[in-house]
């Protein structure tokens, strides 16, 4: 908090400054233009020459100040974003907000544990990591969270965002760079769209006609100059209008290529300057020098893309009719730069996606090396090959630091856990505690706990299921479906299975019978995990398999007449009956 106070501090100063020196050179922009137009007068009104040299200076001075106005402004948009950026990191750890999207268009209610362990939406783990700004970031961490991906690939995360943790200027500055490139999904979709598109070459006649006509429209208005011979003005005047009908030709091409373009030259500039900070940043750990070098090759990336944006603004003057008109009657202009698109497309259209995947990679892993940082009690996991899962300390991330209570937990020598507590003891937060931390520990990022030691898994959840009403289904047949996926999921493979109260939808016989059948089944096919049930006679499953099964339990204590709960993991089976406490002291009964 108190790091991200001071940086706040540090950059507003910076930007007061900064604003101070816009504010400036606005003034001495609009001075300058005011002295052009009274040099011009002077000029048009006493025919003196010094006046047209005193405007040529003055517009000259004009231009140079835009430039620099310019630069001032990209500096002073990127100290608004770095101020920006700490204030949402300040109010976030003080919990008063969290004010970063929460990517509830990616969530998937089949997925076997997004909507239970809430991955997205409001409050969601995608909101809490969530650091992108560009919408490959957003899709590259939305896709992580529901992989589980391999152990070598965990550890390598786990080296890069150790590293970039520490790294807190050039992540902040990355980033800012991309909250300032103002990349959506219809900019992302365009450029995708775009170089993957098939563009046939322009035909070798076209290519060199196209440097033909301009030099020969180009010689003929200098022997006009020369000579003054009244017929080469007529042939230039001709040329000029076949240049215009010959790139008149290419027309439709031209705009097929820049359909939706929009802005788009602005985008992959910024994509340019994020990507050259990636290029010149120095690193140690393999993963993200992997990154690195494939934005390396006889052109870095960051130029590629630089040039793409230049060719991409050059094509949007095509809506400035008098550009269009003069460039084209000269140089064929649009018609050069249709070339020189088709030829980038060529040389680097394949690697453009894998540039900008670099750029979605860098955010997942920036975005989990600002949860560590901002989390730096959190453990990395030692994985281990034995299918063993212990935690110390276990608790759930997005709990509040300063009450949330851990406990811990170990899932060897047996595999399976009955848990049972009355409601608001803490048996669903522990279940849930337990699935975020194994899809956090699954994709290289540290877990809310002291220690861990685990096998990576899959991770299959019965916890919160809605009803499908567009497709006439019931809680109870929803919940029944998730269990053949369950079940499935099962058969070719152990995983890490968490149940929280199934079968309500039945009576209390059957619900009872088939949570014990479920449970036998479970175990038959070795998964690891947790069920959670207020049905005591399921946890006397675990006197027939006492192997696999183990009894855990939350107590609640009656202090003062008042319920009390400690939210800690015990052993055996729950006691107490809050449920009967609770309704004769509201006299209910």
């Known amino acids: 908090m108190e790091i991200y106070k001071t940086l706040r501090s540090q950059y507003s100063t910076q930007l007061i400054e900064i604003n101070k020196k816009y504010s400036s050179v606005s003034f001495a922009r609009l001075i300058s233009i005011l002295f052009f137009i009274l040099f011009i007068y002077l000029y048009v009104s006493i025919e003196q020459t010094m006046y047209l040299f005193a405007a040529m200076l003055a517009l000259a001075l004009f231009f140079v100040l835009m430039r620099y106005h310019g630069i001032i402004g990209k500096e002073r948009n990127l100290k608004q974003a770095l101020v920006k950026i700490n204030d949402d990191e300040i109010d976030y750890l003080s919990r008063k907000d969290i004010p970063f999207d929460n990517g509830a268009v990616y969530n998937d209610f089949t997925h076997p544990y997004a909507y239970d362990l809430d991955v997205y939406g409001e409050h969601s783990l995608f909101q809490n990591l969530n650091r992108t700004q560009t919408f490959i970031g957003r899709k590259t961490l939305a896709a992580r969270l529901l992989q589980l991906l391999p152990n070598t690939e965990i550890l390598k995360n786990q080296q890069s965002i150790k590293e970039l943790a520490v790294k807190l200027d050039w992540r902040q500055h990355f980033v800012a760079l991309g909250k300032i490139s103002n990349d959506n999904k219809n900019s992302y979709d365009t450029i995708t769209r775009w170089s993957t598109s098939t563009t046939a070459p322009l035909s070798k006649e076209t290519i060199v006609l196209s440097f033909v006509l301009p030099v020969v429209l180009g010689a003929t208005l200098i022997a006009y100059l020369i000579t003054s011979n009244e017929a080469l003005l007529s042939v230039f005047s001709f040329l000029f209008v076949f240049n215009l009908s010959f790139t008149g030709k290419f027309f439709r091409r031209i705009s097929s290529e820049i359909q939706n373009a929009d802005n788009v030259d602005k985008i992959i500039t910024q994509y340019s300057i994020i990507v050259s900070t990636i290029e010149n940043e120095t690193f140690t750990s393999d993963k993200l020098i992997e990154l690195q070098q494939k934005l390396k090759g006889n052109k870095t990336a960051s130029s590629s893309l630089k040039q793409l944006s230049i060719l991409f603004s050059r094509m949007d003057s095509i809506s400035n009719f008098v550009t269009t008109l003069l460039f084209n009657g000269l140089f064929l202009f649009h018609l050069h730069n249709l070339k020189a698109l088709i030829s980038w497309k060529k040389d680097n259209g394949d690697a453009l996606a894998e540039w900008m995947g670099v750029i979605g990679e860098m955010e997942f892993l920036n975005s989990l ?5 901002n989390n730096d009690n959190f453990a990395f996991p030692q994985l281990n090959s034995a299918y063993n ?44 505690s337990l699935g975020i931390n194994m899809v956090l520990a699954g994709i290289g990022a540290p877990v809310c706990a002291q220690t861990a030691n685990i096998h990576p898994m899959p991770v299959l959840v019965s916890m919160r299921l809605s009803d499908s009403l567009s497709d006439s289904e019931s809680y109870f047949y929803a919940e029944i479906k998730r269990l053949k996926q369950i079940m499935d999921a099962l058969q070719g493979q152990r995983a890490f299975v968490l149940l929280d109260e199934i079968l309500r939808g ?12 479920v449970v036998k089944k479970i175990i038959a096919k070795n998964a690891v995990g947790a069920i959670a049930t207020h049905d005591i006679e399921v946890c006397l499953t675990t006197d027939e398999y006492p192997d696999q099964l183990t009894n855990k339990c939350f107590e609640v204590e009656i202090v003062n007449d008042d319920l009390h709960f400690d939210y800690k993991l015990r052993d055996g089976i729950c006691k107490n009956r809050s449920a009967t406490f609770l309704m004769k002291k509201m006299e209910i009964i």
């Open 506 to 517: 039945t009576n209390s016989d059957d619900k009872r019978n088939g949570t014990i059948e």
């Open 389 to 432: 899962i212990s935690f110390k300390d276990l608790s759930h991330p997005l709990l509040n630091p300063a009450t949330r209570i851990g406990n811990d937990t170990a899932f060897h020598p047996q595999s399976f856990m009955i848990l049972t507590g009355s409601n608001m003891s803490g048996k669903s937060t522990f279940l849930r």
């Open 369 to 373: 090396a600002n949860f560590s940082y």
